[in-house]
């Protein structure tokens, strides 16, 4: 968008404001005690609930200096009901703070301010920018919302690309003038208008300009990725020995820890074991009835976990050795071979051999 459709619609929001802003007491003044404790009620706490507690706070503790005079028992207990009282405990230390160490004077810039305990990024661009009419936008949900669906942006709303885009473009859209009156404009736009679900694009004053909007897009926007599903596997491994040696197998196909190596392996579905069927497919084997079952092992990778057993036994006498896909191997040379951690974590607590990990 160029400059001047940045110029309409931050004057659009303006007008806009003007017309519908909301009444709250801390919006009557630009001090950044009040500001600042109008803030931290706000980060857990609705506007509508907020707005008593914030009064019944400033009546007790009209100043920071009242705040850092008073002790953290008394900012408890008049915190009361409000919840999440570590927000109470960091506005008396960062009260005390400010008082020691910054000559009770309230640092002006968002570098320092997110220096404070208890004041986090958004906090300390809402104070400066309101306050000190440091120029930086304040940005959460709402404005989120609102940028992304005037830009049409169809990314992940958890994406980083998506994330630093909303940076560049609200900096671009900030009034620089008066910085606090427009964050507090796009807080109450994206509260009352561009709100969750649907919102009102029909009486809305950037509808013409809205590409969420002219594209029919509004309800879908901002997106979330639906996160893939985690996927349960049950692994059943045969520890097959003979004589000093193991058997190994060799991971092939479009398929995790591919060319490592493990014990020949019975995958079932949940709920089910392996019977001798599934060994003689595993191993070419028949017959095979297993001496020792370990625990289940839990191994999550990014999109699935993987539940394994481990099944020890030898070859029935009489048998002929597994086929040629699987490899013999010493089992003190184990260590030589390429294995998943979930292998390697089984080995290790079984104390067979020397091994390494590898992935
Ligand atoms: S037109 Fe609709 S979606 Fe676009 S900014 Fe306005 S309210 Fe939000």
């Known amino acids: 968008m160029k400059g001047s459709v940045s110029e309409t619609?931050?004057?659009?929001?303006k007008a806009w404001y003007r017309k519908n802003r909301r009444d709250l007491p801390w919006r009557k003044t630009s001090d950044p005690y009040h500001i600042w404790v109008s803030e931290i009620i706000l980060q857990q706490t609705r506007v509508s609930q907020g707005i008593s507690h914030y009064l019944k706070f400033v009546s007790r503790f009209p100043d920071l200096k009242t705040l850092a005079a008073a002790t953290e028992e008394d900012v408890l207990k008049?915190?009361?009901?409000?919840?999440?009282?570590?927000?109470?405990?960091?506005?008396?230390?960062?009260?005390?703070?400010?008082?020691?160490?910054?000559?009770?004077?309230?640092?002006?810039?968002?570098e320092e301010l997110v220096k404070l305990p208890g004041i986090g990024s958004y906090t300390a661009a809402a104070i400066a920018s309101i306050a000190y009419r440091y120029p930086v936008p304040t940005i959460d949900a709402n404005v989120i919302r609102i940028i992304a669906r005037l830009y049409g942006m169809q990314q992940d709303i958890h994406s980083v690309g998506l994330k630093k885009k909303i940076e560049t473009l609200t900096m671009e859209l900030l009034d620089q003038e008066n910085p606090g009156e427009f964050n507090q404009a796009m807080m109450d736009f994206g509260s009352l208008q561009c709100t969750p679900?649907?919102?009102?694009?029909?009486?809305?004053?950037?509808?013409?300009?809205?590409?969420?909007?002219l594209t029919g897009m509004e309800d879908k926007i901002p997106m979330r990725k639906e996160k893939k599903k985690l996927q349960h596997r049950y692994f059943h491994y045969l520890v097959l020995t003979d004589h000093g040696h193991v058997w190994l197998h060799k991971r092939t196909g479009n398929d995790i820890w591919h060319s490592l190596y493990e014990f020949p392996l019975a995958e079932m579905p949940a709920g089910k074991q392996p019977d001798a069927e599934s060994w003689y497919k595993a191993t070419g084997i028949s017959d095979i009835?297993?001496?020792?079952?370990?625990?289940?092992y839990r191994h999550t990778l990014s999109h699935q976990m993987i539940h394994a057993t481990f099944y020890q036994a030898t070859i029935p006498p009489?048998?002929?050795?597994?086929?040629?896909?699987?490899?013999?191997?010493?089992v003190q040379s184990i260590g030589t071979y390429p294995l998943p951690v979930l292998i390697a974590r089984?080995?290790?607590d079984s104390g067979t051999a020397d091994y390494r990990q590898k992935g």
């Open 346 to 348: 089984y080995l290790a």
């Open 318 to 330: 009489g048998n002929k050795q597994p086929g040629d896909e699987l490899v013999r191997v010493p």
């Open 197 to 213: 679900g649907v919102p009102g694009c029909s009486s809305c004053p950037l509808n013409q300009y809205c590409k969420a909007h």
């Open 9 to 13: 619609i931050r004057s659009k929001i």
């Open 78 to 110: 008049t915190w009361q009901g409000m919840g999440y009282y570590t927000r109470a405990r960091n506005l008396y230390k960062t009260a005390v703070l400010i008082t020691n160490s910054y000559n009770g004077i309230f640092p002006g810039t968002p």
């Open 289 to 296: 009835q297993p001496e020792k079952i370990s625990k289940t």
